[in-house]
């Protein structure tokens, strides 16, 4: 969710000048994500995001299940790409109705746009980590609960949104799914900038990431921080070429400076629990998932000793 966003939805457009906020702390600004608090309260809450997520200490939830999409493989939507200066959005403008449901949810949730974060270099630019370790990109695809009319009835109560997020990592060869986006990059360099894109079928994005994952409450990890999120961070990552990963590099933030690094570093857990999907669970296989998640094999060993 991005500031954009928050300006069009309360029509507050003082609140641009007032509360600018970034991804750098320093000494001469105040905007930060160390700074966001001071003016966005809900930024120093107690259920924040992203976070890092521990794989020793995941819980087996089995009122959990996979999900299913209904419309995702449909190209009949028309998306619009925009660089709103703090991330490239890809909003849902026309067309049919992308839904969620299952997957543990407490209702239906209908898509409403994703957006990527991203490092200056590969070393990190995920927002969520695993065991303290980053990943070069992370997508986010953002839903409103059916229960509510609009994504600005949804962003600040509890469980409005759904958002599931997935990594990106590193691959010699490109993805051509992302070719129709990496392509529209280069006509959104300056922020405030957008493009409608061609038909462009969400499903092909996610599809190698459905699968196993972790689920926990939180909030927007960006100004203003509602604890509003139902979260779901998949195991298995996505993949870029380095090519198309400098693409997103390429662009300007919303001070004409090289968008890097916008991503907020992980939040305390707190009294947070985070639950855990595996599909061996839905199945009854007795296999150890070798996903990211799964436990460190000296700890499936002892296990099974006891
Ligand atoms: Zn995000």
């Known amino acids: 969710m991005e500031m954009f966003y928050l300006i069009a939805i309360f029509g507050l457009i003082a609140v641009a000048q007032a509360a600018d906020w970034g991804y750098i702390d320093s000494e001469e600004n105040d905007e930060g994500p160390e700074s966001w608090s001071v003016n966005f309260e809900a930024c120093g809450g107690k259920s924040q995001s992203p976070i890092d997520i521990v794989s020793a200490d995941l819980e087996i939830d089995d009122s959990l299940s996979a999900f299913s999409f209904q419309s995702y493989s449909s190209e009949s939507v028309e998306l619009k790409l925009t660089n709103n200066g703090h991330t490239v959005n890809i909003g849902l403008v026309s067309g049919d109705q992308l839904m969620i449901s299952g997957g543990g949810l407490p209702e239906s949730f209908l898509f409403e746009q994703f957006h990527l974060h991203w490092g200056e270099s590969n070393a990190n630019g995920s927002e969520h980590t695993v065991n303290g370790k980053s990943y070069p ?109 400098e693409a997103f590099r390429s662009l300007e933030d919303v001070k004409s400076e090289p968008m890097v690094g916008n991503f907020r570093p992980v939040q305390n857990l707190n009294e947070r629990k985070v639950k855990r999907y595996s599909n061996d669970q839905a199945s009854g296989a007795s296999g150890y998932s070798v996903g990211l998640f799964a436990l460190p094999l000296t700890m499936i060993v002892a296990t099974l000793k006891m």
């Open 137 to 245: 990109a992370e997508v986010h695809l953002v839903h409103r609960s059916s229960k509510y009319r609009t994504l600005g009835d949804a962003v600040d109560q509890p469980e409005g949104l759904a958002v599931l997020g997935f990594f990106f990592e590193i691959s010699e060869e490109e993805n051509e799914v992302l070719t129709p986006l990496i392509d529209a990059l280069a006509n959104v360099t300056e922020a405030e900038s957008s493009q409608l894109i061609p038909a462009f079928a969400i499903e092909s994005l996610i599809a190698d990431g459905l699968g196993d994952y972790v689920r926990y409450s939180g909030s927007l990890t960006t100004p203003g921080c509602f604890e509003s999120v139902i979260w779901t961070v998949f195991d298995t990552p996505l993949k870029m070429s380095d090519s198309q990963i």
